[in-house]
């Protein structure tokens, strides 16, 4: 264990050597101060030196840049004058190489027109030998048509003149029904003025029908009649609607209009309804009953 003295001397020297800690400090505190206002000293000069090295730069910069663009300017006038005699020199040239081609082009032209001409000469001449073949078959073709046509008139006239005599024959037929009519009608008045002279005188007078106007027999015969085919039932219902659909009468040649038959054949029909008293007649008309 310590005796005193040692700790006497302990703490002598503990407190020498924190006065001398305090002292050294101090120094330090000195010494920092000093240094770090000779570092703001020298970086305000670094400061100052490098404005002005920047400064100088930049001058120095403008006057290379406008050295380099003074430069380009003349190289870029220089290139402007050798472009623009290489293009006249290349105009030029263009010029007679197109001169060449058109020249070569004309040359060309000038020798296709004499080959289209030749081929378009020999074409002509062809067509033509082909228009006269055909001409020749078309001629043959008239010829051969021709026969034919007078082949189908002929026969055209031929039915013509059968379907004008079934005509004149229905209208014989038609005139002499009013014929028939006329001498009936004159008979009613020579029966009427006959009474009124017999009631005039007192004596009863006989009239009889006029031979010349005497009723002629029925062009239509009951054989005729018989002879209807069964193919003729579908249109002789569809005269007998017409007639029931025309209450005022019809004609025969109106009947001959609307269903494109012969007069003869619309007769017959109509004649064989009358027989069936399905259709009667009254002056020219026929009414259905």
């Known amino acids: 264990m310590p005796t005193r003295e040692e700790m006497r001397s302990l703490a002598g020297d503990i407190v020498s050597s924190y006065a001398e800690r305090i002292a050294t400090v101090a120094e330090l ?3 920092v101060k000093l240094e770090l206002k000779e570092f703001g000293d020298s970086k305000v000069a670094m400061g100052r030196e490098l404005r002005s ?6 001058a120095d910069r403008k006057a290379t840049v406008s050295t380099q ?5 003349a190289t870029h006038a220089a290139m402007s004058r050798e ?7 290349d105009s030029s040239n263009r010029k007679h190489e197109v001169g060449s081609m058109l020249k070569e082009l004309n040359s060309a032209q000038a020798a296709m027109s004499k080959e289209l001409k030749a081929d378009l000469a020999k074409g002509v001449a062809n067509r033509k030998r082909e228009v006269g073949i055909m001409l020749d078959g078309f001629g043959q073709v008239l010829a051969t048509m021709g026969k034919e046509m007078k082949a189908d008139l002929a026969k055209g006239i031929a039915d013509r003149k059968h379907e004008v005599g079934a005509m004149l024959k229905s209208f014989s037929t038609e005139l002499k029904e009013v014929s028939s009519e006329l001498a009936g009608g ?3 008045w020579q029966i009427l003025t006959a009474t009124m002279q017999a009631q005039r005188v007192g004596a009863a007078v006989e009239v009889k029908p006029s031979e010349a106007f005497a009723a002629p027999a029925e062009e239509i015969t009951e054989k005729e009649v018989a002879e209807l085919t069964p193919e003729t039932a579908d249109i002789r219902h569809r005269i007998f609607e017409y007639l029931a659909n ?3 009468g ?3 040649v109106e009947l001959e209009q609307e269903f494109g038959l012969a007069r003869i054949q619309i007769a017959k029909i109509v004649k064989s309804l009358m027989d069936e008293n399905k259709v009667e007649k009254r002056e020219l008309l ?3 009953i």
């Open 29 to 31: 505190r000195k010494t």
């Open 53 to 58: 090295v920047f400064a100088k730069s930049v």
């Open 69 to 73: 663009l003074k430069e380009l300017d």
């Open 83 to 89: 472009m623009r005699a290489d293009l006249a020199r």
């Open 186 to 188: 004159r008979d009613e």
């Open 246 to 248: 025309h209450p005022d």
């Open 250 to 252: 019809t004609r025969l």
């Open 286 to 288: 026929y009414l259905a």
